[in-house]
C-alpha cells in the first residue's frame, strides 16, 4: 500500500480495491477517506469533493497539489 507522509504526523494511504484515497493520523488512529466513494471506480480530476479514481497504485503529495496514478485508466489525476 503507497503511503505519502504529511505535517502533522498524518498520511495518505491509496487504497487500490476501494479507488480511494485514505488520510491516516497514527496519533489518534483515525482513517479518513479523501478522495473518492469507497468501491466506486471513477476518472475525475479536480477537488477532493469531486475527484474519482480508479485502481490508483502510486502517490506525490507537492505544493500544487495531490497526484495520483490512476492504473485502470492509465492517467495521472490531479487533485487541488
Do not use: M
Not at 15 to 44: A, H, W, Y
Amino acid at each position: 500500500v503507497p503511503v505519502t507522509n504529511l505535517a502533522a504526523n498524518k498520511a495518505l494511504v491509496i487504497d487500490t480495491g476501494g479507488s480511494v484515497l485514505r488520510r491516516f493520523n497514527p496519533t489518534s488512529t483515525e482513517v479518513k477517506t479523501v478522495v473518492g466513494v469507497d468501491g466506486q471506480c471513477g476518472r475525475v480530476d479536480g477537488l477532493l469533493s469531486v475527484a474519482r479514481l480508479c485502481s490508483p497504485s502510486k502517490v506525490i503529495w507537492t505544493d500544487d497539489g495531490i497526484f495520483i496514478t490512476d492504473s485502470s485508466s492509465y492517467a495521472i489525476r490531479w487533485i487541488h
